[in-house]
């Protein structure tokens, strides 16, 4: 859309496109890595009503600390975590817009490694801190050497490391994380909002953030959580960086009625959580027939799989949405994402993708 002239926008955001997949009502929607499983009537409803109890009280302000909440989520973390030491906010995307207000900034830098999230250069830019882009090796495995020479070269305040990694699926040794730790002069960001979805022996960062205090370790609950209307991230980090966060947010950034709905869903974790193996074996199944079919397969240990090459991807992406199944066209140009549905959605996904790109 073109701006009218008068929209006093910032010189920098006046061709820019507001984020976001395209929401288009179709049967079969795979697109934004959501979990295909909603809650039970029982959960609803006890969210429902954990909502409806908030409500009596909405004429005051929330918690502005969210302590219940951060108690809740470093329980569910575990790794000895305290409440100090996690920090909540409307989403990850929002968790990660006050790591760069906090930590980035004008004449601050920012450093991650594409193809990744493609959000990130967003939080920098509305924050005024300068981007830096490393590239993925072909395999879209970090290639060490390269990064950390960058990051020493770069001295960047906030370095961003995404694992699993969207729109990947590549999750990050622990030896790597160490490493650009080692070199890091600021903070390092592991982005985990598909860490539930990673394979057998594959590590979390969580790990780490003992010995390491710039360390920032970022999740979610929309991923599988099966929580992505509920909009809710969080972070854990050592209680100084945390306490540094608090500066930044906005007073009351959490309404009254997330605190209690993500309180309650936290509750019902074990609910929630339930499907994440079947997730991840509908996963494997879903990349072992892209291999079969011939196709390029990233290996995931996420809710989704990078799949290509296509020589016009656009063309596959629409024939499929003209079949009532969405999919993202995202990542590295002759690649398509698609995130893992229920077994009959992603059998709709694969007689549709026969049809529309026979091999
Ligand atoms: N990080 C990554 C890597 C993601 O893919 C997403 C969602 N697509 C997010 C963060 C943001 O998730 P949310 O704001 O829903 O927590």
């Keep these: 859309m073109s701006r009218p002239d008068w929209v006093p926008l910032r010189d920098e955001l006046r061709d820019a496109e507001p984020y976001g997949a395209p929401q288009i009502d179709v049967p079969v929607r795979l697109n934004t890595n959501e979990n295909p499983y909603g809650p039970s009537a029982e959960t609803a409803d006890d969210i429902a009503r954990a909502v409806g109890e908030a409500a009596v009280d909405l004429n005051r ?53 594409a193809p990744t999230y493609s959000m990130y250069p967003e939080y920098a830019r509305n924050t005024h801190t300068r981007w830096v882009t490393g590239r993925r090796r072909d395999d879209f495995e970090l290639d060490l050497d390269a990064a ?73 609950m929309s991923k599988a959580f099966a929580f992505a209307g509920g909009r809710l991230g969080y972070v854990a980090a050592d209680a100084a960086i945390v306490d540094a966060l608090r500066i930044v947010r906005l007073p009351y950034h959490l309404s009254s009625v997330s605190q209690a709905a993500a309180l309650a869903a936290l509750r019902h974790a074990d609910e929630l959580l339930a499907r994440v193996d079947d997730l991840r074996a509908t996963r494997d199944e879903t990349a072992t027939w892209l291999t079969g079919q011939g196709y390029e397969v990233a290996a995931s240990d996420a809710n989704f799989v990078l799949f290509g090459r296509f020589a016009d991807r656009h063309a596959v992406w629409q024939a499929l949405v003209d079949r009532g199944v969405l999919i993202r066209e995202t990542g590295p140009d002759g690649w398509l994402r698609v995130s893992i549905g229920t077994p009959a959605e992603m059998s709709t996904f694969r007689t549709a993708l026969k049809e529309v790109d026979p091999r």
């Design 61 to 113: 302000y929330p918690d502005r600390e969210a302590r219940e909440l951060r108690e809740g989520l470093a329980a569910y973390l575990g790794h000895g975590l305290t409440a100090d030491q996690v920090w909540a906010a409307n989403g990850s995307n929002e968790v990660m817009q006050q790591v760069l207000q906090a930590f980035g900034g004008p004449g601050r830098t920012a450093v991650s490694f």
């Design 148 to 220: 950390t020479a960058l990051v020493a070269q770069e001295q960047p305040e906030v370095v961003i490391l995404t694992s699993p990694n969207n729109p990947t699926g590549t999750a990050l040794p622990l030896e790597q994380v160490r490493a650009v730790l080692d070199v890091a002069p600021g903070v390092v960001v592991v982005d985990e909002a598909y860490a539930e979805f990673r394979r057998a022996g594959t590590p979390t960062a969580l790990e780490l953030l003992p010995d390491h205090p710039r360390l920032l370790v970022t999740r979610t």
